[in-house]
């Protein structure tokens, strides 16, 4: 089963606007990830939150971590087309760091 | 470095074929994963390893099998190919020490 949702399912935004992705999750978590992959291609890790952290940035990223409400949150600032690509959250568990990811968002960036 | 690769990209079998996909680390990671990520989902972990020699059940594990000969291989089984297991399939790597995983490019898998 999926750990949480993703909202939205899809969002298309205009070049240089800003994009905002939500996930959602069931059980504690001892750290949150999000991934990007391109069509076609193998998953790329963006950046980590962990569960005593409230937010944290990297580059144009901004991501938010609320535990009482089991979500957190993705902004991407300035879009490009290049940023064109669909978003997964995901969290750890277990000896071995086992990923559980959302459904995941489609975010198309218009030029 | 070629990170994680994967063999083959692209395969078709007919129902009850057997198969195996190839993964490969330049990383020297210990674990490594096997997923599978159908249309509109997020991946689904089928079965992990910690170490040469060691594997794991992971959430979806049902008519797939796993082998970790040497550190820097994970092969993926597929004994009796069904329908159900058409999907693409994502090896990852990552260190113990590390949260982050490395990804290879995918094998996009169909059954008929």
């Known amino acids: 089963s999926q750990q949480g949702e993703e909202d939205p399912q899809a969002l298309s935004i205009q070049e240089g606007e800003n994009a905002t992705m939500n996930c959602s999750y069931k059980?504690?978590?001892?750290?949150l990830q999000w991934y990007r992959q391109n069509s076609g291609r193998g998953l790329v890790h963006l950046i980590l939150?962990?569960?005593?952290?409230r937010e944290k940035h990297s580059g144009r990223l901004r991501v938010t971590l609320d535990t009482s409400k089991k979500s957190s949150s993705l902004l991407i600032t300035a879009s490009r087309a290049a940023d064109t690509a669909s978003y997964f959250c995901?969290?750890?568990?277990?000896?071995?760091?086992?990923?559980?990811f959302g459904s995941g968002t489609q975010l198309t960036v218009l030029p | 470095n070629a990170g994680v690769t994967q063999t083959p990209k692209f395969r078709v079998l007919k129902t009850g074929q057997s198969m195996t996909l190839l993964c490969a680390q330049d990383?020297?990671?210990?674990?490594m994963y096997w997923y599978r990520q159908d249309p509109g989902m997020g991946l689904r972990l089928i079965h992990y390893s910690v170490g040469e020699g060691t594997t794991a059940k992971g959430e979806v594990p049902d008519g797939y099998n796993v082998s970790r000969l040497k550190k820097q291989n994970f092969l993926l089984g597929l004994e009796s190919a069904a329908p159900s297991q058409t999907s693409v399939y994502f090896c990852?790597?990552?260190?113990?020490?590390?949260?982050?995983?490395?990804f290879g490019p995918g094998t996009r898998l169909t059954v008929t």
């Open positions: 990852a790597s990552s260190y113990p020490a590390a949260y982050e995983q490395y």
């Open positions: 995901a969290t750890d568990s277990g000896s071995a760091r086992q990923l559980t």
């Open positions: 059980t504690s978590i001892n750290n």
């Open positions: 939150i962990r569960s005593n952290e």
């Open positions: 990383m020297n990671h210990e674990y």
